[in-house]
C-alpha cells in the first residue's frame, strides 16, 4: 500500500506540472494588456476591404544564406537569380534579411572564423540585386557573422562594411516604412553576443538589460505606429536574457520575425506560434539548403504571410478574410473584416494569370478579378459567415500551366484555430536555455542525492522490490551494485567529486577568439574581460553525464559486485569481458577529448581540459582501482525478495 501511495502521488505531482507545462504553451492564453485597448487604426477613418487597390503594401523575408567560399558555391549566384527572375515580379516594398548573411566556417566545417570573400561575395549580390529590384534591403547579423568577432569595432567586423545596413547601424536598428495611409515600423534585434567567440559556443543569442533597454527605446519611440514589425535572427527561445525579456519588449509587436534553427532541418517546416503576449512568432526555413523565402503582406493593417521555394508559381497569399490562426486582435483591425465587401489576395506568376477560382466552404463563389496589379478581389457578403470557422478556398492557374491551390480557415466572431502544432510550440515557447539548465541542475542533484542516499543505508534489502518478474530483478540487482558504489569511499567520493567538478570546474581553457584565450565553465564563459552566461554548455554537461560519468559508475559498480561475489582481486584475468565496455566509453571519449573543442578551440582545449582530457585519466584510475580497493559490502541478493 504504501508503494502505491508513493506511486499515486507522483502521478499526481507530474500531473500538476503537466498541466501547468501545457497551460505556458497554449499560445490562447495571453497575458498582458486588454486586447480592446492595444490596437489603435491608424489607417485612414472608414477604411474598407474592398475592389480598391488602397492601404496595401508588401514585403520579403529571407534569412540564413550562408554565403560560403567552401561549400555550396550555388547560394549566391541563385539569390541574384532570386532578384532577377522572381523580385523583379513581385516588386516588395521592403527584403528583410534575418542573419547568417555569410558561413564563416572552415572546411571542417568545425572550426570558424569571418572570411572577407563571403562578405564581398554577399555585398556584390545586393549590388547586383539593386538592379532588379527597389526594395528597401534589411539585414541583420546572425550568430554566424559574429563567430570569431572580438567586438563591434573589431576590422574582423566585416558586417558594419559589407552589408547594407551595418555601415549606419552596428547592432539593432529600427526602420519606419511610410505610407499614404500610415507608418509601419520594423525593428531589427541583434541578440548575436559580444564578444562572439568561434563555434560552438555562439548557438545562443544574448540581450543584457543594456540591450534591452535599447530595443525598449525603439519600440516606445515607434509607438505611434500603425503596426510593428519585429525581426531577428534568433528565435526568443535561444536567447539567454536579463528580466524583463525579450518577449515583453516585443509585446506590442504584431510580428518577430527569425531564422536560426533551420526549422530542424525539415523536421518541423511550420515553426509559427503566437506568444502569450499577442506576439505572432514566424521562424522561415533556410536559404542554405532549402532557398525558402517569405511573403507578407499588410493589408488595411491585417498581416498575412505564405512561405514559399524559389521558381515556385504562382505564388498566392490571401489577405481577406485572414486566416484565423494568425489574427491578432491585440495589434489587428479584425472587426474590418465583418464590413467588408470583397475578398483580397495577391498572385503573381511568371506567366499570365488564366483564372482564379474561390469558393467557401466547397461551396464556389465565382472568379476573381484582376483590379489592380497583383491584387484580385471577389464580392461576398461576410454576413453568411458570421458565426463559427469556415474555409476558404483559391485556385489560380497561370499560362504556363501552372497551378497553385491555397486554403485556409476564418472566422468573423473572433474564433481561433488550434492549429498551431506541439513542437513549434514547445521549440519557439520555452526559453532553451532556462530547460537546459534546470535538466543540468536536477540531473546533478538526482545523482548526488540519490548516490548519497544510497550511503546512509545499512540495509538495501528493506528498499528491494517485492516479486519474481525481471523487472524487479534488475532493479534490484542494479540498487545493490550501486549501493556499493556509495558504501565503497573510493567510488564514492570519485564519482560524486567528479560530478561536481563537471558542475562547478573549469572545463577547458582554448581560443575561443582569434587572439583572446577564454575559460569555458558549464554556467558561463570568461574571454576578453567579458562574462557570457551559460546556454549551450548545459547541454554539453548532460551529454557529459549521460555518455560518461553515469557509464563509468555503472561499469565500476558492476565491477565492485563481481568482487563481492567472487572475493577475488583477479578480476581482469578471471573475467576479461568487462574490461571490453570500459575500453569503449575510453575510446569514446578520447575521440571528444582529441576532436571537439581541439578543433574548435586549438590544441590549448586539449593539453588544459580537465574536463573532456581530464576524464581520460579519472577513468583510468576509477576503474583500477575499481579492482584493487577494500568493498564495504554486504550479503549479495540472488533474486527477488518475496513475501
Request: overall charge neutral.
Amino acid at each position: 500500500m504504501k508503494f502505491i501511495s508513493l506511486v499515486l502521488g507522483v502521478l499526481v505531482f507530474f500531473g500538476i506540472i503537466l498541466s501547468l507545462f501545457f497551460d505556458f504553451l497554449n499560445p490562447d492564453s495571453l497575458t498582458g494588456e486588454d486586447d480592446s485597448q492595444v490596437y489603435q487604426s491608424q489607417v485612414e477613418t472608414g477604411q474598407s476591404l474592398s475592389d480598391e487597390n488602397k492601404n496595401l503594401f508588401w514585403f520579403i523575408q529571407i534569412t540564413d544564406l550562408h554565403i560560403s567560399k567552401f561549400k555550396d558555391f550555388q547560394r549566391g549566384p541563385d539569390l541574384i537569380e532570386f532578384c532577377k527572375s522572381q523580385l523583379s515580379i513581385i516588386k516588395p516594398e521592403l527584403v528583410i534579411t534575418t542573419g547568417d548573411l555569410v558561413d564563416a566556417k572552415l572546411p571542417d566545417f568545425v572550426s570558424s572564423t569571418q572570411f572577407i570573400e563571403e562578405w564581398v561575395e554577399y555585398k556584390k549580390i545586393l549590388q547586383i540585386c539593386e538592379e532588379y529590384t527597389t526594395a528597401k534591403w534589411l539585414d541583420i547579423r546572425g550568430n554566424h557573422d559574429a563567430f570569431d568577432v572580438p567586438d563591434l569595432e573589431s576590422p574582423r567586423n566585416y558586417y558594419r562594411e559589407y552589408s547594407k545596413q551595418g555601415p549606419n547601424h552596428l547592432t539593432s536598428y529600427s526602420y519606419t516604412h511610410t505610407t499614404k495611409y500610415g507608418k509601419y515600423s520594423f525593428i531589427g534585434v541583434d541578440a548575436c553576443p559580444d564578444p562572439g567567440p568561434k563555434r560552438p559556443f555562439n548557438f545562443f543569442g544574448q540581450l543584457n538589460t543594456d540591450k534591452l533597454n535599447d530595443l525598449a527605446k525603439l519600440s516606445e519611440e515607434k509607438k505611434d505606429s500603425n503596426l510593428t514589425i519585429w525581426f531577428g535572427h534568433y528565435p526568443t527561445s535561444v536567447i539567454v536574457e536579463d528580466p524583463p525579456g525579450i518577449k515583453h519588449v516585443m509585446r506590442k509587436g504584431v510580428v518577430y520575425l527569425c531564422g536560426h534553427l533551420h526549422t530542424l532541418l525539415g523536421l518541423v517546416p511550420s515553426m509559427y506560434t503566437r506568444q502569450k503576449t499577442g506576439t505572432l512568432e514566424l521562424e522561415l526555413g533556410d536559404w542554405r539548403d532549402n532557398r525558402m523565402y517569405r511573403l507578407l503582406a499588410v493589408d488595411n493593417d491585417l498581416l498575412s504571410f505564405v512561405d514559399m521555394k524559389i521558381s515556385d508559381w504562382p505564388v498566392v497569399l490571401i489577405t481577406n478574410p485572414k486566416n484565423s490562426q494568425y489574427q491578432n486582435g491585440r495589434h489587428e483591425p479584425l472587426h474590418i473584416m465583418k464590413t467588408s465587401t470583397h475578398i483580397r489576395f495577391l498572385v503573381f506568376s511568371n506567366g499570365d494569370i488564366t483564372s482564379a477560382i474561390v469558393s467557401i466552404d466547397d461551396t464556389k463563389l465565382g472568379s476573381a478579378q484582376n483590379t489592380d496589379g497583383p491584387l484580385y478581389t471577389i464580392a461576398w457578403d461576410p454576413s453568411r459567415y458570421t458565426k463559427n470557422m469556415h474555409i476558404i478556398s483559391v485556385v489560380v492557374t497561370d499560362s504556363l500551366g501552372n497551378k497553385r491551390e491555397v486554403k485556409q480557415p476564418f472566422s468573423l466572431d473572433g474564433s481561433t484555430t488550434t492549429g498551431f502544432g506541439f513542437l513549434p510550440r514547445l521549440i519557439l515557447m520555452l526559453n532553451i536555455s532556462v530547460v537546459g539548465k534546470m535538466w543540468f541542475g536536477g540531473f546533478v542533484f538526482f545523482l548526488t542525492f540519490f548516490l548519497t542516499s544510497l550511503r546512509q543505508c545499512g540495509n538495501i534489502r528493506r528498499y528491494f522490490l517485492e516479486g519474481e518478474g525481471k523487472i524487479c530483478y534488475i532493479f534490484n540487482i542494479w540498487m545493490f551494485k550501486l549501493w556499493l558504489t556509495s558504501r565503497t569511499n573510493f567510488t564514492y567520493y570519485a564519482t560524486i567529486g567528479f560530478i561536481l567538478y563537471v558542475t562547478f570546474g573549469p572545463w577547458f581553457i582554448g581560443d575561443l577568439l582569434g587572439e583572446y584565450t577564454g575559460c569555458v565553465f558549464v554556467w558561463g564563459i570568461f574571454i576578453k574581460d567579458t562574462f557570457l552566461p551559460a546556454s549551450i554548455t548545459y547541454f554539453y554537461g548532460i551529454f557529459q553525464l549521460m555518455t560518461f560519468n553515469i557509464p563509468l559508475m555503472l561499469i565500476t559498480s558492476h565491477i565492485l559486485d563481481i568482487r563481492s561475489r567472487q572475493r577475488s582481486k583477479n578480476i581482469i584475468q578471471s573475467n576479461t569481458h568487462l574490461i571490453i565496455p570500459f575500453i569503449i566509453l575510453l575510446l569514446f571519449q578520447s575521440y571528444l577529448a582529441y576532436r571537439e573543442f581541439p578543433t574548435a578551440y586549438g590544441t590549448k582545449a586539449l593539453v588544459m581540459g580537465p574536463v573532456r582530457t581530464g576524464s581520460i585519466i579519472y577513468g583510468l584510475i576509477v576503474y583500477y582501482y575499481a579492482h584493487q580497493i577494500r568493498i564495504n559490502d554486504g550479503k549479495n541478493p540472488s533474486s527477488c525478495s518475496s513475501s
